[in-house]
């Protein structure tokens, strides 16, 4: 057999390879892969966001924020106005509330003792927090009046009859933005008028910062009814102009105050039929 033989001078032919169909098919799916996992991705539900605290109605958020300026404004309301009273199984009643301009103050609760059978006053003055007896028919005696602490101090739950509340520590609550309390806009009780607001308390505390009810009150500031379950205020009439400072409806005396409960009866001791004779 003869060898094929190969012309001098002329070069060696490459060998043939696969390289080439393999680069193209990397190309493409290069630029095919980053699409598909794009869209691939854009197919995946958005991760939902974490809450952090439950969110507050825009409605009672602004409500609140009402009610607390007109609280304050409340506060800086000095005045001498007369309320009606409305309370269930009693008859109506008119309560006195001055305001005075140095911050003392001073409420008069007719039957807001001794289950309704006497009158009572409570003040507030730089002397301390005061409850006066005032004369009634079940106490005709003269007012006379007992200190029950420092100004700033609660009235002692007995002797509370808790009408005096929503001119005095109540309007702090109002005002505080850290009270456990939810608010929102209400229709005004029967026989009042102004901005009124439905308060509620959200703490399971059994000692309420105030009494849930309806309170309503006058741009100026002036309350103009308050709805709690004791009973109903209405404002009665123009309030007059506040007095530089309050007096106290009698002198003070060292006594015990009168609770708001009904007294138990008193019954005379027996005697016996031959007493007293010889």
């Known amino acids: 057999m003869h060898a094929h033989l190969r012309p001098a001078g002329l070069p060696a032919k490459p060998a043939r390879t696969p390289a080439r169909p393999a680069r193209r098919l990397a190309a493409t799916l290069a630029l095919a892969l980053p699409a598909l996992l794009a869209a691939c991705t854009a197919d995946l539900p958005a991760p939902r966001p974490t809450p952090t605290s439950a969110p507050v109605p825009a409605g009672m958020d602004a409500a609140r924020d009402e009610l607390a300026a007109l609280a304050a404004a409340a506060q800086?309301?000095?005045?001498?106005?007369?309320?009606?009273?409305?309370?269930?199984?009693?008859?109506?009643?008119?309560?006195?509330?001055?305001?005075?301009?140095?911050?003392?103050?001073?409420?008069?609760?007719?039957?807001?003792?001794?289950?309704?059978?006497?009158?009572?006053?409570?003040?507030?003055?730089a002397d301390g927090l005061f409850q006066c007896a005032l004369p009634s028919a079940a106490r005709p005696e003269p007012a006379t009046c007992v200190r029950l602490g420092d100004r700033d101090e609660a009235v002692p739950r007995?002797?509370?009859?808790?009408?005096?509340?929503?001119?005095?520590?109540?309007?702090?609550?109002?005002?505080?933005?850290?009270?456990?309390?939810?608010?929102?806009?209400?229709?005004?009780?029967?026989?009042?008028?102004?901005?009124?607001?439905?308060?509620?308390?959200?703490?399971?505390?059994?000692?309420?910062?105030?009494?849930?009810?309806?309170?309503?009150?006058?741009?100026?500031?002036?309350?103009?009814?308050?709805?709690?379950?004791?009973?109903?205020?209405?404002?009665?009439?123009?309030?007059?102009?506040?007095?530089?400072?309050?007096?106290?409806a009698g002198p003070v005396v060292v006594a015990e105050p009168l609770g708001t409960a009904t007294p138990e009866p008193t019954t005379e001791p027996a005697t016996s039929p031959g007493a007293g004779t010889p």
């Open 76 to 125: 800086d309301r000095h005045l001498v106005a007369s309320y009606t009273l409305r309370a269930p199984g009693s008859p109506d009643r008119t309560i006195l509330v001055t305001t005075a301009n140095d911050g003392s103050w001073r409420v008069d609760v007719p039957g807001g003792a001794l289950g309704g059978s006497a009158d009572v006053s409570f003040a507030a003055t």
């Open 158 to 248: 007995r002797v509370d009859p808790r009408v005096q509340h929503p001119f005095t520590d109540w309007l702090d609550v109002l005002t505080d933005r850290r009270a456990p309390l939810a608010v929102s806009p209400a229709q005004p009780p029967p026989g009042a008028a102004g901005a009124c607001y439905s308060v509620e308390t959200t703490s399971a505390s059994i000692n309420a910062p105030l009494d849930v009810g309806i309170y309503c009150y006058d741009p100026d500031g002036t309350p103009t009814a308050v709805h709690t379950a004791s009973g109903t205020l209405l404002l009665a009439g123009t309030p007059a102009p506040a007095p530089a400072t309050v007096q106290l």
